[in-house]
């Protein structure tokens, strides 16, 4: 029968030269010591000695609790090392291994960013009816620009389930052919063949759908806590860059199947060699049991001189509570747990609001917007201003993720952006109804480059909340249902925008107030993500909305008492 440390157990002296209690080196010895209150580091390795001889597995295992029908899942904080000393300062993580592997998967993003500017920089070569070159009439052309989002869409929801069975990087590895498929397809097609134009169009939605949603997971999964801010913001200053460089492109005389070409090669290539060189994700790989690969994986990331198993303790911890969910049917499952739904029903709300803060709709309209205030700018020139400024603030919110915070760097950028959504709606009231606005020409741009400085460090922590809050069990699928609702959402407000273009004002003042609302609700029920293992954090924000609502569970018994 196994014994179980405590603290009245006497320590028997340690036993030496016994190869027998000898850990794999792939994973470092480490013991349980169920009491926290032990004397000296002397004590600590004795006992560790004496553990190793008895229990020459990885984990020492306490029979107190119960873990997977009578084991006990590893406490982090009662974990000693058998090489560590109470005086010894810990190592802090590898930065290059995180920074490198992060700029592999931005590539990934470097071609979410050209799929998103190809059509703005070329559709006007590709509408052209003296050109010798294929040619889309307006009905086509509006299929070519409209069918991208709901390829996303499809391919958000298709990720969850490939994320859960392959993994972030197998799953990437997989829709990456496909993506350079799609471009060569639209780089060779037939000048007669419109449809084959538009089904590569469809191939490239549904790719960058599922790279919408994975590429941000791995490096939330494999980021380390002090790093994760930056580390998550490269992949929004990326895709803002893929913009910039189609839109540069355009400004060159290379045609529109060239562009494709190009656009194909620098987007797909490298981040596909890259990846052969890239372990799974820790915590994906932890899902499956594989705690072995998971910790080399850390290991990877973090450095050798790091304490790796502390950070894979955790995960466990979480994993055993709330369950692995290594099958889609799994996570589906503990989708019903009422934690995990209200958080998801929050996250859902907050992700449709945020595409009516006007991001989507003055990227897509920007040259539609400078025409209807009568600004006298260079169509192709503006683009490049535009997408200039929007790297500038993504590049801010780069540096100042991690030192700052998530809430503050969210809710002041909402509320600067506020202001300037209010002035661009007053703008055009006064227009609309025949005032002179000459002397107010400058208004237009200025506010839409405050506007898209400002919302480029909003929309980064948005997109990064939703992998950090939600549990590591049911990451895969709740990300990617989010991720549907955001596309969803994104081609609703364009298409409301473009319908009811006549009310200009009106539609500004309205993502003017959806600001302020979401700022509301960030200071009230966000919590707090820099600087802290993901566990910890999906673990606050569950348990922040268990006391919301024992709140009101309580307010309504006292109620019914009275009645």
Known sequence: MTPSPNDNLPIPPPRRNRSSSIPSDDIPSVTLVSSRT????????????????????????????????GNRAPDAMSRTSTTASEDSIPA??????????????????????????????????????????????????ALFTSLNYLGMAFG??????????????????????LSMAAWLTMAFVPVDAIWLIQIARIVQGIVVGVIYVTSSNYVVEVAHSDYRGRLGGTLAITRQVGIMFVY???????????????????SNIPPFLGLLFLPNSPRWLASRG??????????????????????????????????????????????????????????????????????????????????????????????????????????VYLCISDHVGRRPALISSLAMCFPCLLSLGGFFFMKAHGMDVHYLDWLPLTAVGIFNFFISIAVPVINILPGELMPTSVRSLTTALLCTITC????????????????????????????????????FNIPETRGRVLEEVSTEFGEQFDTICGRRKGKDDSISDRA
């Open 290 to 395: 594989c705690l072995e690969e998971a910790h080399k994986a850390l290991t990877f990331y973090r450095g050798s001189d790091y304490d790796s198993q502390s950070e894979l303790t955790k995960i466990s911890e979480q994993l055993s509570s709330t369950g692995k969910g290594s099958k889609l049917i799994d996570q589906m499952k503990m989708m019903k747990d009422s934690r995990v739904l209200r958080c998801f029903l929050f996250m859902a709300f907050f992700v449709f609001t945020r595409q009516f803060l006007g991001n989507t709709v003055v990227v897509s309209n920007m040259s539609s917007i400078f025409h209807a205030a009568d600004v006298k700018i260079d169509k192709y020139l503006s683009t490049v201003v535009s997408g200039a400024i929007r790297v500038s603030g993504t590049f």
């Open 248 to 266: 540069l492109l355009s400004l060159t005389n290379l045609s529109w199947r060239e562009i494709a070409l190009l656009c194909g090669c620098v």
């Open 488 to 523: 969803g959402a994104s081609f609703l407000s364009n298409f409301t925008f473009k319908h009811f273009h006549e009310l200009l004002h009106v539609w500004f003042w309205v993502y003017g107030c959806v600001c302020v609302l979401l700022a509301t609700v960030a200071y």
């Open 156 to 177: 958000c929801t298709c990720s969850g389930g490939l994320q859960v069975r392959l993994g972030q990087r197998v799953t990437l590895l997989t829709v990456i052919p």
């Open 38 to 69: 032990l004397a000296t580091s002397n004590a600590i390795m004795q006992e560790n000695s004496y553990k190793n001889e008895q229990f020459p597995s990885t984990w020492t295992l306490d029979s107190h609790d119960d873990f997977n029908k």
């Open 92 to 141: 802090r993580p590898a930065v290059l291994p995180q920074v490198g592997g992060t700029i592999i998967i931005a590539f990934t993003y470097l071609g979410f960013g050209t799929f998103l500017g190809f059509t703005g920089a070329t559709l006007i070569q590709m509408t052209d009816p003296n050109s010798d070159d294929l040619y889309l009439n307006p009905t086509q052309a």
